[in-house]
């Protein structure tokens, strides 16, 4: 297939310029021409020329400086030299420079012609790469973590900061609220992100058959090793490991990931070769591993390789707030994925959601939300589309004597306010107005929350001993 392109034909011989300028346009290329460096120059700041055909030799310049020019301002654009008196010497050097090809006159009218498709194709390809990362950085980049809570937007920031370095990051959290993605995210946002991603769930795996998993195995290992196998480590070289339920490694394995972690090498299961990598590990664990270290079950000069970051993912009972954000982000989602067209969920549906303790945290709410848009009769979700475990789970802390209490459902919904509101001013040393900000209100309606919260400055510091 022939792909057509923007072209620009620049030679100061205006018979040459205009007879491959004419071949050009019948081949069906947009063609324009220039006979100087300078209006080359113009003319290719002005338009996004996909390939420019120059001529070495022009009266003002010569095309080596119009080689340098589209390099460093329209990178882009690929640019083919023409000379007639053509070296290796200077081919070399146009190469060199950044040209996709330098091609001898008289030019071949079918040489000319392929060097041109290969151009187009090349730049079809780049293009092509180039919407492939942005569809990744939608889909694993940072934009994927939704929250508007205080303790997000900290967490946000923790994963810029340290997003493009070679740290060790520790994500902690219950199961189901999100630490995959953002190890992804992590990963998205750091100059590993062209180098490959790889996950390892520690706990779906005995221990002998992770540790070759990790780090490969020689051919006569064990049983049924018939052949040599790269573990994930030589995989990831370059780029990211991540370790999912680190707390489950058996003591072996923490040696040799000790071991990884401070010199970056290690030998194959049965081998005696040693392997160096260049690996950045992102590690998730719902255990709490400092007591894991004082019962003896994780190693303590481990614990400290592996905790220098550390991320905190909130669980989902305590960023309530959130709720209607998620909702809306998986509703789209869904939506896309079914052909339906679920606007949203009405207000005693969301209330309910929000009243629910979330035991399986944001995966559990992606579940329930997918189930609706599956099951909704109407474009809005209502009460009744909610499965009945989770109906029968907030119920259960809103019944006093076999009775909805109303004054419940109050209490319900003003203890986490009231929460989130102190844990902000802690964050904020007090500091009204960042706290304000922090929790995307104004100030005046801060105060109002803090008088009926009866949130004083005075009372918690008395409180807290501060």
Known sequence: MTNHGSLLVVDDDRHICEAMADYLRELG??????????????????????????????????????????????PQTSVILLTGYGTIESAVEAIRIGAFDYLTKPVIDDELNFAIQRALEQRKIVEENRQLKQQLNEKFGLSNIIGRDYRMTRMFDLIESVSDTRTTVLILGENGTGKTITARAIHQLSSRRDKPFIEVACGALPDTLL??????????????????????????????????EIGTASPSLQVKLLRVLQDREFEAVGGSKTHRVDVRLVLATNENLEERVRDGSFRQDLFYRINVISITQPPLRERIGDI???????????????????????????????????????RELVNVVERAVVLAKSDIVTVPDLPEALRRGVEETTTTNGRFSARNLKSALANPERKIILDALDANGWNRQQTARMLGINRTTLYKKMKKYDIAYETHAAQHGV
């Open 29 to 74: 290329h947009r063609t324009e021409t220039a006979m100087t460096c300078d209006d080359a120059i113009n003319r290719i700041g002005e338009f996004n020329f996909e390939v420019v055909i120059c001529d070495v030799n022009l009266p003002d310049r010569d095309g080596f400086q119009l080689l340098e020019w589209v390099v460093e301002n329209k």
């Open 211 to 244: 540790e070759s998993e990790l780090f490969g195995h020689v051919e006569g290992a064990f049983t049924g090793a018939t052949h040599d196998k790269p573990g994930k480590f030589l995989q990831a070289d370059g780029g990211t490991l991540f370790l999912d």
């Open 324 to 362: 209607p954000l998620l909702i809306e982000h998986y509703l789209q989602d869904f939506n896309t994925q079914t052909g339906k067209h679920v606007r949203g969920f009405d207000e005693r549906a969301l209330q309910l959601l929000q009243r629910y303790h979330w035991p399986g945290n944001v």
